[in-house]
């Protein structure tokens, strides 16, 4: 059984992981706009254009090596910082799972907290879409290096001015920045983080479950059903696996599915009695079916947590009926902007 409590729980627990999540990727965003402004900086101090043929190849050499030597200070920091953040994340998670089964159990019952080492090595011993973490970083580095080369070589070899050069590596402001290769760089940090961060709670969820199998006797896939959510976690959504077994999220990168418990029956708690008293009712708030959907669920949700998800526009076109969560973004899964679900609308 799945009590409605301990669901709205996890989808709760969820959105203040998706914050966490967030703060440490602004914190890599500030390693690499550092990086960024030391590149550009060399790109200037350096000047690999307006040169003789001899002289350019060795200007351009010496940039790139101060890149990729700059890109590796940078890429070790951001693995060092992501690690550390994976690993608190690890024991926080344990016990945040412990404590929400206590909370839900209206029974006094012992919930245990996996060790400490056990927690922390899941963030290098347990494969991220099929690559340890470690390899993962050195894949980031490596691409780093290579994209933003690439892009200074191909700046000089067309003939490009330094300005031209620095546009290629920042962007330019009609696109925003998003066109320039560290723009680039930093959606592929974004991904590393946001799919890890999905990996390590989800792992350390299952062995915190897998420590209680008293109480716990599986687990089930709770996919966000929205128009971004893909086929495969649209179809695993409500299917339930015993503990430590089953397709478990994160599916690919940025994956935003996630887990809930599934608590053995109060016959198999011990407790003889087929059915819930008034006050453990009110306690677990009933139970949650399978199907649920994201708008069944926030219906049911305070109007704070109502805003917090969809913002306090959006939650007036979703409360008056015009709009349900899917109508919020496109067919490509991008979120529309208030201009466009203006236009969509009329």
């Not at 914050?19 to 000047?47: M, P, S």
């Not at 999220?249 to 059915?275: F, I, Y």
Request: proline residues 3%; contains cysteine.
């Amino acid at each position: 059984m799945i009590p409605e409590k301990l669901f709205n729980d996890t989808i709760n627990h969820q959105i203040n992981l998706t914050r966490r999540a967030n703060g440490i990727v602004r914190d890599v965003f500030l390693l690499l706009k550092e990086a960024e402004q030391d590149i550009i900086a060399q790109i200037i101090t350096v000047d690999p254009t307006g040169t003789s043929k001899r002289y350019q190849a060795a200007r351009l050499q010496k940039l790139l090596d101060s890149v990729r030597e700059r890109l590796g200070e940078v890429s070790k920091k951001m693995s060092a910082s992501v690690k550390a953040e994976l690993q608190g994340l690890s024991k926080y998670e344990a016990s945040n799972q412990a404590k929400m089964l206590t909370n839900t159990i209206p029974i006094e019952i012992s919930i245990a907290v996996p060790a400490t080492d056990a927690l922390v090595s899941l963030v290098t011993t347990t494969p991220i879409q099929g690559r340890f973490f470690n390899e993962w970083m050195d894949t980031f580095s490596k691409a780093s290096v290579e994209q933003l080369n690439q892009a200074i070589r191909i700046g000089v070899v067309e003939g490009e001015t330094q300005s031209e050069i620095v546009r290629r590596v920042r962007g330019t402001s009609l696109r925003n920045g998003e066109d320039g290769v560290m723009q680039i760089r930093r959606n592929a940090a974004q991904r590393l983080v946001r799919t890890s961060v999905n990996h390590v709670t989800n792992e350390a969820r299952q062995l915190t479950w897998a420590q209680n199998d008293d109480v716990v006797n599986g687990w089930t896939f709770v996919a966000t059903l929205d128009s971004r959510t893909t086929l495969e976690c649209a179809g695993l959504n409500g299917d339930s696996f015993p503990i430590g077994e089953g397709p478990r999220p994160p599916r690919h990168q940025n994956c935003r599915s996630t887990t809930v418990s599934k608590l053995k029956t109060w016959r198999e708690l011990g407790v003889d009695t087929d059915e819930f008293t008034p006050g453990q009712r009110s306690a677990l708030g009933g139970t949650v079916s399978s199907d649920i959907t994201f708008d069944g669920w926030l219906k049911g949700q305070p109007v704070g947590i109502q805003k917090e998800v969809l913002g306090p526009a959006r939650l007036k076109l979703w409360k008056e009926g015009k709009f349900d969560v899917k109508g919020f973004t496109d067919s490509q899964g991008r979120t529309l902007t208030l201009g466009e679900l203006t236009a969509k609308e009329a």
